[in-house]
Nanobody, 115 residues
Framework: QVQLVESGGGSVQPGESLRLSCKAS??????MGWYRQAPTKQRELVAT???????DYADAVKGRFTISRDRAKNTVLLQMNSLKPEETAVYYC???????????WGQGTLVTVSS
């Protein structure tokens, strides 16, 4: 059974930083990453990283967010710098199983950026 344990959300002021962490267990994953969903908006890609460390970022976060992966610990990290109020959202951990490509989502962690 796949389990995703997210941590690191919270409240910060504009321009500050946060780091999100997601530890996955129960399978081997080809892709790990983060999506977010702001109030009244659809869920959107933030960043993903695959098994050979190829990354994909939303244009809005390029240069400010960094995704990384610890394969030994099956953990994906998202370092978010220079956060903006419009990035207030629930951030969801995402993983895709190797071979079957079944996708799993975490329960979400709230990030609030406000002065």
């Amino acid at each position: 059974q796949v389990q995703l344990v997210e941590s690191g959300g919270g409240s910060v002021q504009p321009g500050e930083s946060l780091r999100l962490s997601c530890k996955a267990s129960g399978n081997i994953f080809s892709v790990m990453g983060w999506y977010r969903q702001a109030p009244t908006k659809q869920r959107e890609l933030v960043a993903t990283i695959d098994t050979d460390s190829t990354t994909d970022y939303a244009d809005a976060v390029k240069g400010r967010f960094t995704i990384s992966r610890d394969r030994a610990k099956n953990t994906v990290l998202l370092q978010m710098n220079s956060l903006k109020p419009e990035e207030t959202a629930v951030y969801y951990c995402y993983v895709r199983r190797i071979i079957t490509e079944i996708e799993h989502w975490g329960q979400g962690t709230l990030v609030t950026v406000s002065s």
